[in-house]
């Protein structure tokens, strides 16, 4: 009657189960994070609040907390020969309040070695903002976009790139943005076609995607 | 117990009451048009599909029929002498779907003796039409955007001008758009400051208030 | 990577971008006003509650704080020369609940330097409340009007004037008013054809189109 | 396994059960009726279209349609002695859209032997329409107020009588009114503590409820 | 600038202006009640929690406080004579949660000087309780039902009773009961006539219209 | 490329797969049933209307259709000796619209080899039908329960039996009835412990748990 | 106007009635157990938090507290002979979060005398987990399956098995899961015939309704 | 006032805009078309039907016609030369009524030239059937799955691959489904990691994100 970790994972999907950290004991955790240690695979927790990540810092002492992202990751020293390249991600924010969910997709993609180019604050109330920047993101694999409250940001990203843009909307807001809603009801109607969408706040699964896309342009085998 | 028409509107509001032709048969709609009619005041009559124009026809021959607008109007031949400068309004549209509820919006300006610039199909999926027409509408005194599915135009163009701009969510789209929640909530929550909002597809109420902005703005005894 | 002020706003738009103070730290206000400051613009920060208003006041201890309406100015010297005038605009709320939300939209409208009439607490309930008043509201450039639970007031105004009405659905209310939706869906479905909306509780939203509209009905290059 | 008619309601509720025509084919409303008639019993079927009435005449020839109301009725020849006084009740529209449902309204009350006075078109966009015409239903046992689209009408008559207002939300509307729930939540949500609420076009309902509270208060047992 | 209380309320509409006193500070509610003291009028103050009932007690010593109703009560002594008969109320509850909504409409009858009974938790899974307990409310000029969680209960008293049944629906519930809309919806539905509904949790609404029904039916001047 | 038929599920569930017929043309259902008939297993095709079906019969001449259900079956010769007792299950309807739903229950359960009592019309708002016929469902296996507008009567049938309630919402109603909802949103939340949901207008699942219920505890081997 | 315990309920319905413990104090909590404990009847008490159950454990010392499923039992001695064997159930698990809500259903059948097997953290997205343990909930009378996020588990394992499936949506999640209501719409939906659906976190529900088939199936006066 | 056709897309985005189909006239979609052929791109419309699609043949005769996915393409003579390998997508689908949907996508891979695999009528209630398919689908570069109702196959299919997953909900399905929101709410709150949603019957979309990330895996100049 224990959590049977999904440890196949890495084999039938590329990576291993991260650990979902919202409503999980420390306890908890550690334990689900030691049986992957233990088959040498890495772990990410994600949606761990700084108390947590404080009670966790005991157990599991190499852990890496980002507190604005609220993950923690345990890098396997061997893992990623740094001259294996894994592709380039742009994470775009609308506002700076989006910026927290930015980091969690930001260090997913760090989790998975993916390079990551953090551009923000580039939403469309200041339409100029985001052109004078095309230049940093033009050669990306993927892009992923995060924005709240009107969540147009992905419709215009999506009309300068050729490649894929995972778009996120945010709880950023008030009155009728209903937690997120309007956001994600702007993304999924997006006129714009490259423009997929993950669950609200959900900076994990666009990182995740972004990072997939990303590392298998890159796979030694292809391109023949 | 017959309609109680609002004749005393054109004194108290500055225009007199339009008549909502959804549900009205002809023979009602044009019993009202002939009360204002008497009265010396002009008539705007919206939501009248093409066999209601036929039929209104027959009795009210004068009138002018706008089939994609689905409106019908009876200017007064003395009223607005061209001398008489009214103001400017740019209405613009996302996509060429929103074409009917633009219409509504143009022919209530040109009842309301406005000047308007029609700016079509400049939606965000193609970033770089807007900016190239910017010089089109920037002496507008306000502007209309009419946009379906995403709705975002209205924070670009918002983003761009000076004047109040009234957005007007369409219900063009299909799946989660339902029916043009979509882009209404994009709108009410637009990060942009000079974005109003109107009912869906509420071409006529946007153009009203776009009018009255305009006409007020140009009143003679005005700019002291 | 840090937050991208738009200080060319003003320039464009005709008034500074304003900083929305929720889920910002008073560091990061502190540092945009400062940029805003530093070029010469005034400065009108929203959402701001009393602890991080202390906090403010110790980094920029030329601010001026409005705790009803939870907004901060900070004003230049020599802006707005007494002489020019810009416009007026009457500030109506239904209940004594709604004042919070019609502080925010007069702050915003004292910052722009427009004149405000506040008149409070005419509801529906007691009719007669409204009409007793017109006279105070009758030369208005602009209306907002704040009301919560049905939010029907917004209607009956816009039947008695002849400018702009931008209606404000404040969350006050409990049950099936759904924290604003009740008295924002009332509002965008006015059979008075002067009304447009803003999000709930968005009094700078109003503010700030109403003193848009006010004062360029003034500027001293127009009523030609 | 048959239709099991709830011939005991008038001795238990004061009313004999009426029939709900909507879904029911002419044969099933015809055999109901046949066993409440058999038993002494008035019938009143509503929500019956003109087709649906036209075969059902042919059935039940005495029977009386109200073809915008879409309501049937069979009197009893012997009910209701003229000199019984039933009380008084207004029926209060917003627009001429709302009449199908107000008369509805009329149709039950008529049926329950109660005296109507239809006041129409009186909605808040007019605001002096209302108070012009109070003295028509000043002396009323009960008010039923139709209104679509913001649905503003029911609070503001609230505010003027001091009997109990019974509330119909209409369907009539388009864009955000939901077909109806906008004028719904509006009720509901009522600043006036007189103003309870039935279903979206429920007009049958309304009429009901002021028809058992105009009867009751004149009865003649009681007022002692 | 300061509340502008309804006080001709009671000659319109037959009884004082009640204040709601959630969002109010203590100073705000005490100044509104001396003014409608001031005047005779008798006070009632609804959603106060005890908190700012101690507070208010400072300021008005002689106010009577129900915690559970959470009302105040300022009655005027030389106020309705023991001799005049003003009706009988049944308030009914579904289950023991539901008993503080029912407290908010029996002060609110308490207030209006009619005869309350109170019959408790006779919801429908034990369905043999409430035909057990018909007698206590058969008198009864009107019924207010209060019930949550499916909100069955207003259709089967409904189905027991001659006269107006006033349904609340409360918030009490959990997962899939919305706050109280599962509760609204199915009162909204109610397959009995003679069932109108108020807001959720609005206690006071159905005990003011139940209370307006009994009192006219027993006003002296009438049932000729 | 073709339909995938589940011809193992007889084996797994204890009954072959059923056809759900809404949106398959005629061939695909006659090509599906073909397949199910040629492993020996007995057929149930839901959501055929009267066209389809007349269709169908042209190419599977021995099929039974019923029109109030919208079912056809095609039972096996062979199967279910009539010595083999399965269970007796009762279907309860509130009004009469809604018999199609429990007429597709009933089909359902007579393929399953289950004995059906039908019950009708016994909705709450004339509470006295119900208990008057108690004793013909006394001693069924499990309920279902047919209801639409505020679907209460589970809730009250659940109150007198020891069996499981399966409640079946239906789209019958109007106006805030949202094509079920209410009844949905009723049942989820009814208090009573014995009754479960299924989808809106769902009378082929409610039969189909009933019958599995029944006619497991009824099976040869158990009950030791 | 107390309490009015339903103490015939055991007789009519099998079981006893069961104290919903949220928003009752524990004077009426121990009072009502009381009632039932004093007639002979096993008591239990769900959503009790621990707080709540310390303060009831002075008052009613022999009670069973379970804080992760937040339950209170009180078993008679004399219940349940061990030798009558009441069913099986299975109470199955997507992912770890859903703990406490299986331990509510669980708790429920240990009352009710059903044998439980909990199978945890067998997810759809680690496909292989739930085939692999087939094997330990193949017997079973009915399932319990508790599922948050996207709610697809009991359509899985409806797929395997050939006993009704009894789901719980939990309110495990974020973002767009909306309290639950994700998970609840999916299982509604279910194309697996065999899963009806219980409130959201209704794990007492559940486990009441697999409890009553379970010891249905296995009375002795049955299966002849 | 002209359509103003993003001519430029193909350089920014890699491939031409696609024409949607709905609400435009044949005139205006063969007037879009001629423009982009003229400029020697390739044409895909999509939602047109029968109809219109025969009125276009007449217009412009070498469309190739989808009925099923109501698609148009034109191909260009010389674009694709068959040696540039473009990738491989699989199209997975949970019934057969999702087929329309998927033919829609599997066009869209169609014009982009990539390889299509289509896997049908695979959805959890018969779990064994996917299984059995996998070796079908395990080279694909991306898969687009396609489901309604309970919208869970995309959440197993994410269980067993390693590269993005594409879900498009359906509005297949009846009851509580809403048009396919509750599939949509299920694929957003999907537990795999490596699910993104795109709107209801987005067939386009999903095809043209699956189709980018398979061309891109695939450039000559890549995977260095
Ligand atoms: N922030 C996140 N958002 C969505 N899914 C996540 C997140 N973090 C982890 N997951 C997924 O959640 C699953 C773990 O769920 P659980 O068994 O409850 O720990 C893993 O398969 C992850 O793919
Ligand atoms: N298309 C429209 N959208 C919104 N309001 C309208 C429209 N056309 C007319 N109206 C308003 O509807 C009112 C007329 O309502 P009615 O009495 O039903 O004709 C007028 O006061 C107009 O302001
Ligand atoms: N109370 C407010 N409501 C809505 N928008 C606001 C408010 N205050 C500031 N803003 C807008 O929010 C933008 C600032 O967003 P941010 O980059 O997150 O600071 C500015 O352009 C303002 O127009
Ligand atoms: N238009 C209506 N709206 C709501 N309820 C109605 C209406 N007409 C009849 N009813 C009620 O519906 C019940 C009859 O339902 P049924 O058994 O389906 O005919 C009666 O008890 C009436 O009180
Ligand atoms: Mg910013
Ligand atoms: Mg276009
Ligand atoms: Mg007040
Ligand atoms: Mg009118
Ligand atoms: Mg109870
Ligand atoms: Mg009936
Ligand atoms: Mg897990
Ligand atoms: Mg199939």
Same mark, same amino acid.
């Given at each position: 009657p224990d959590a049977m970790v999904d440890v196949d994972r890495a084999r039938r999907c590329g990576f291993p189960e991260v650990i979902?950290?919202?409503?999980?004991s420390p306890e908890t955790i550690a334990a689900i994070a030691q049986q992957l240690l233990d088959r040498g695979q890495s772990v990410l927790v994600t949606r761990v609040d700084a108390l947590k990540a404080t009670a966790l810092a005991t157990m599991l002492p190499s852990l890496q907390y980002n507190e604005l992202g609220r993950t923690i990751r345990f890098d396997l %020293?061997?893992?990623? %020969?740094?001259s294996e390249r894994r592709g380039r991600v742009a994470v775009i924010t609308?506002?700076?309040?989006d910026l927290p969910v930015a980091e969690e997709a930001r260090e997913t993609l760090n989790w998975m070695g993916v390079d990551v180019k953090l551009v923000q604050?580039?939403?469309?109330?200041? %339409?100029?903002?985001l052109p004078a920047r095309l230049a940093e993101f033009a050669e990306s694999d993927a892009v992923v976009v995060v924005a709240g409250m009107e969540g147009a940001l992905p419709s215009v990203v999506g009309g300068y790139v050729a490649c894929p843009v995972f778009a996120v909307p945010t709880?950023?807001?008030?009155? =009728?943005?209903f937690g997120g809603v309007s956001a994600l009801l702007s993304m999924l109607n997006?006129? =714009? =076609?490259?423009v997929a969408v993950v669950n609200i706040d959900a900076g994990f699964k666009a990182g995740y995607l972004a990072g997939l896309v990303a590392t298998r342009a890159h796979r030694p085998s292809h391109g023949e």
């Amino acid at each position: 009657p224990d959590a049977m970790v999904d440890v196949d994972r890495a084999r039938r999907c590329g990576f291993p189960e991260v650990i979902f950290g919202e409503g999980k004991s420390p306890e908890t955790i550690a334990a689900i994070a030691q049986q992957l240690l233990d088959r040498g695979q890495s772990v990410l927790v994600t949606r761990v609040d700084a108390l947590k990540a404080t009670a966790l810092a005991t157990m599991l002492p190499s852990l890496q907390y980002n507190e604005l992202g609220r993950t923690i990751r345990f890098d396997l %020293p061997r893992s990623e %020969p740094s001259s294996e390249r894994r592709g380039r991600v742009a994470v775009i924010t609308a506002g700076t309040s989006d910026l927290p969910v930015a980091e969690e997709a930001r260090e997913t993609l760090n989790w998975m070695g993916v390079d990551v180019k953090l551009v923000q604050d580039v939403g469309v109330a200041g %339409p100029h903002r985001l052109p004078a920047r095309l230049a940093e993101f033009a050669e990306s694999d993927a892009v992923v976009v995060v924005a709240g409250m009107e969540g147009a940001l992905p419709s215009v990203v999506g009309g300068y790139v050729a490649c894929p843009v995972f778009a996120v909307p945010t709880s950023v807001g008030y009155g =009728a943005n209903f937690g997120g809603v309007s956001a994600l009801l702007s993304m999924l109607n997006s006129c =714009a =076609a490259n423009v997929a969408v993950v669950n609200i706040d959900a900076g994990f699964k666009a990182g995740y995607l972004a990072g997939l896309v990303a590392t298998r342009a890159h796979r030694p085998s292809h391109g023949e």
